[in-house]
C-alpha cells in the first residue's frame, strides 16, 4: 500500500465517527488536507501547525507548535475528536509521554475519538536526519488503556519519498474511544 493510501484509509476510519458540529483538533496539520476533509462535514476544526497556515476556510489555523498550543493553560476547550498523523516522530518522546498525551486525555470529551498515526521504525532506506522518536502500537495503546481500541496496528508499506526516492515505511496506527463512563 502506498503511504497516501495509508493516510486515505486512516482518515475514512476517523470520518465514520465524526457528527456534524463535532469539535475537531488536528495536531500537525500540514497543508490542511485532513483538517478540511473534517471540516466538510460540518465540524468545527481547530489545526495545529508550526509551520504551515494555508488558506482554508472554516478551519481555526494556529501557526505555533503545539509544545506551546497545550502549553496555554486558557485552553480549556474539549473535542471529541483528536487526529494527529505524521507528528509524534519529530516531537521529544518522553515529552510526548509526559505532558501531550495527558493532554490529549483531559482535552478528549467523554465518548470522544483519539486517533494517532506515526512510525515504529526507521524507514529502509533511512533518511539522512532520522527520525527522532518511534513509538509501537503497543506502548501508545497502554497510555489509553482505559479506552476502546477502535484500531491498533503497525504496518509497512512502500513508497516514494518527497524527492521521489523510494522507501520502505513502518507505520503504527492506533485510534481509540475514551468511554462514556469510567469503570
Ligand atoms: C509530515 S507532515 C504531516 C502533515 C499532515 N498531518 C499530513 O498527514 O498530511 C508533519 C507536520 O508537522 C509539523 N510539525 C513538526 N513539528 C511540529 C511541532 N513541534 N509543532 C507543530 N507542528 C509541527 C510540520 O510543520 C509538518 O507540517
Redesign the pocket.
Known sequence: MMTDQA?RKFITEVLKFLKPEDTVL??????G??AERFAETGALVTA?????NPKVKNIIWHK????D?ISNENNKQKYQIIF????LQ??NKEWVFSELLPWLNNHLEPGGIIAI?TFYQQSEPAFPEPLSSLYNADELQNFFNDYKVILKNQEEIIDSDMKGKIRKFFLTKLIVQKLLKAV
Open positions: 493516510s488536528d495536531l500537525g496539520a500540514g497543508l488536507k485532513q495545529v501547525d508550526k509551520r504551515t505555533i507548535p503545539v509544545e498550543f494527529s498523523q505524521n507528528l519529530f516531537l498515526k
